[in-house]
């Protein structure tokens, strides 16, 4: 059996100590070290070559950030963040994730912390799913895409068509050929390495994109808001936060809220969102869900929408694109080579939905082809 080894890295040492009981719950999953600052992480990752780092953002000498930042420029090692449930956790948590970081966790360190908690299970799920999945560090491009400082360019989308690209985008352009087919929404689900995906596709939008665009990303309530200013901030596309009973726009992108659900509802010519909660029943339901969502476009736009899923752990999507692909809508996923995780693209891909499978450098251009 495959061990994997963890240094952790955080200033309490009550901390550190419960986490590494919580991390060895798993006979996969080892503490090599610990470190209480981000410079004695730089130095016992560059010395001790661990399988995966967590790590706290404040931290005395040097922080979490830049930590990261430090790591992945001399020794790309995949990063799992602690976040605080905040606006300026959010806020940190993007900034770590652009310095490198592959996903975060809540630091919910308190009464829930024991060993046989679900933080507990959560926190091996993720470690186990990162560091087992882990891509070449190629692919963990620097700089990274959510930097807040990057000035927001608007592309008109004639520039975007004569703009040269790579021979590489060229070819997967190429083989993605126009369909003909008339697109009334574009709607995009992630988990896990979403952040910095979406932006990434985002990014390469034209100002004047002709349809309305529906994100769903698994996050946190609280850090939603906050992501979504980030990313229209560096984007062209208009990107804003759903709000219940809103008219969808073209060129308008609608995140959907953390902790409820996104459905459209109305017809193709008058549609609205619903921003709503539903019964689990007892069920593993995600909120926001790439299934409800992408279920309810079936039902609004029937065959007229892309939908793309991108990197993220399990299988939220696969049903959602059913019902399109059963509508006649057409579904993408990110190929495995530039997923963080391929659970959810390779779910969509494993059951014979996917059209085909695209680098996320390339997507953005794929849906310009598409769709323009």
């Not at 491009?141 to 590489?168: C, D, G, H, Y």
């Not at 200013?229 to 936060?241: G, S």
Request: glycine share 6%; net charge neutral.
């Amino acid at each position: 059996m495959l061990n994997y080894s963890v240094l952790v890295v955080d200033d309490s040492i009550f901390h550190r100590r419960r986490l590494k009981e919580m991390i060895e719950q798993d006979d996969r999953l080892s503490v090599i070290e610990t470190a209480s600052n981000g410079k004695e992480a730089l130095h016992k990752a560059l010395t001790l070559h661990p399988d995966i780092i967590t790590m706290d953002v404040e931290m005395p000498i040097m922080d979490g950030i830049m930590a990261v930042r430090e790591i992945m420029q001399a020794a790309p090692t995949p990063i799992l963040m602690f976040s605080s449930l905040t606006r300026e956790g959010a806020t940190q948590t993007f900034d770590a994730l652009d310095a490198g970081a592959l996903d975060f966790l809540l630091k919910e360190f308190d009464s829930q912390f024991t060993l046989n908690s679900k933080v507990g299970l959560r926190l091996r799920s993720k470690l186990l799913s990162l560091v087992r999945q882990r891509h070449p560090m190629r692919h963990m491009r620097k700089p990274r895409a959510l930097a807040i400082n990057a000035p927001k360019v608007f592309i008109k989308s004639e520039q975007s068509m004569s703009t040269p690209v790579k021979t590489s985008t060229v070819n997967i352009v190429n083989s993605v050929t126009k369909s003909g087919k008339r697109y009334q929404c574009l709607a995009i689900g992630a988990s896990t390495g979403g952040p910095v995906a979406l932006q990434q596709v985002l990014s390469t939008l034209p100002v004047h994109f002709p349809v309305p665009i529906l994100l769903v990303q698994h996050m946190p309530a609280t850090f939603t808001e906050a992501f979504a200013e980030r990313l229209n901030h560096n984007c062209a596309i208009h990107v804003k936060l759903a709000e219940d009973n809103e008219t969808l726009f073209p060129g308008v992108a609608y995140l959907a809220p953390g902790g409820r659900q996104m459905l459209v509802q109305g017809s193709r010519r008058a549609a609205t969102l619903h921003i709503t909660d539903i019964p689990d029943n007892g069920q593993i339901v995600y909120k926001p869900s790439v299934d409800h969502c992408f279920t309810s476009l079936a039902n609004v736009f029937g065959g007229e929408v892309l939908s793309i899923i991108l990197t993220g752990m399990g299988n939220d999507g696969t049903a959602g694109c059913r019902v399109l692909a059963q509508y006649g809508a057409t579904v993408w996923a990110q190929d495995e080579a530039s997923s963080i995780v391929y659970g959810m693209p390779g779910a969509v891909t494993k059951a014979n939905l996917a059209k085909t499978n695209i680098p996320i450098e390339q997507i953005g251009h794929c849906i310009n082809t598409e769709i323009l």
